[in-house]
């Protein structure tokens, strides 16, 4: 990303970022490379925790953001798509928690973050939102259950981008509240149906095996040939909402999936176009997590 914005032109570029409470950025900074990476482009690292901050009036609800954002000229957002054990997931709108000071980020919790989320996104505006969808984690935002998804996502609308990624990991809107609220505060839109969706350099990488220890567990329920990542990681995400809800039955047959099963019939439960010739198969290259949990709410397995 910098290499190209710098051979574009764009040298005053930086690298933002604030840990969450217990940990420290710079420690953060060393750990993933980022002291090398900054060397190497000369492009300074700011640590957020260090910075002073403003007061913004968000619609009514004042927060403190990190001085350094008033200098910014255009924003570019780079959240990881993944789980968390509180809000479900963390994506666009979550992600900008780094452009607040700790003491704003412990406040957040006794609020109940959704709210706050939402109103930190008319505070922080993305002009550009970038999303890591390669490898991302089932339900956690520690990491422990990774899921290769192998997807970039990108767009300018955080409420559009959050929508279209809790469909990605079988979640509506409705169960991440701060999609709702950033909307209802004017923040962007939800509506998918109205959206433009562009999918560019379809995925070819074939996933062989689950790496993790949940990951295995669901991984039973799961006959896989030559399997694309995207689709794969997309079943992964549909099991694991499957078991949030209680759903996920012993007796649910193996789910075949995977390039290896294009022009094979037979009795077969299928996901993805590739086993459209099975008895039961759900159409889709690769379907969401969201589509892949209402086939299989709405099939009768005994």
């Given amino acids: 990303m910098i290499e190209h914005l710098q051979k574009e032109g764009y040298k005053n570029i930086s690298i933002l970022e604030g840990s969450w409470i217990g940990e420290n950025t710079g420690r953060a900074f060393k750990a993933c490379g980022y002291g090398t990476l ?18 913004f009036d968000a619609a009514g609800m004042k927060l403190k953001i990190c001085s350094s954002l008033k200098e910014i000229d255009f924003l570019i957002n780079i959240p990881v798509l993944k789980g968390h054990c509180q809000t479900k997931m963390t994506c666009a709108l979550k992600n900008l928690k780094g452009c607040i000071p700790d003491s704003e980020k412990r406040r957040f919790h006794t609020m109940g973050l959704h709210k706050p989320i939402a109103h930190l996104n008319l505070a922080v505006k993305s002009s550009l939102v970038i999303i890591d969808g390669l490898m991302g984690d089932l339900n956690f935002e520690e ?3 990774p899921v290769e ?11 559009l981008l959050d929508t279209y990624a809790a469909e990605l990991m079988g979640l509506s809107p409705d169960e991440v509240p701060y999609i709702r609220i950033a909307e209802e505060i004017g923040v962007g839109s939800s509506d998918l149906g109205k959206a433009h969706i562009h999918h560019l350099n379809e995925d070819r ?40 809800k209680g759903l996920l039955d012993p007796s649910l047959p193996s789910l075949c999936i995977g390039q290896g099963y294009r022009g094979k019939t037979g009795k077969g439960v299928g996901i993805g176009s590739c086993t459209s010739g099975l008895g ?11 589509e892949i949990l209402r ?6 397995w005994e």
């Avoid at 998804?149 to 409420?159: K, L, S, Y």
Wanted: charged share 25%.
């Fill in 149 to 159: 998804m192998n997807r970039i996502i990108m767009g300018i609308d955080p409420v």
């Fill in 143 to 145: 990491g422990g259950n």
């Fill in 38 to 55: 900054s060397k190497k482009y000369g492009v300074p690292l700011l640590d957020l925790q260090k910075d002073s901050s403003f007061e």
């Fill in 205 to 244: 990488t074939v996933r062989r095996s689950a790496k993790s220890g949940r990951a295995e567990v669901l991984a039973r329920y799961v006959k896989s040939e030559d399997a694309c990542s995207a689709c794969y990681g997309s079943l992964l995400h549909a099991l694991e909402r499957l078991d949030e």
């Fill in 295 to 300: 086939f299989l709410q709405g099939e009768n």
């Fill in 280 to 290: 039961r198969s759900l159409k889709g290259c690769p379907p969401s997590a969201g």
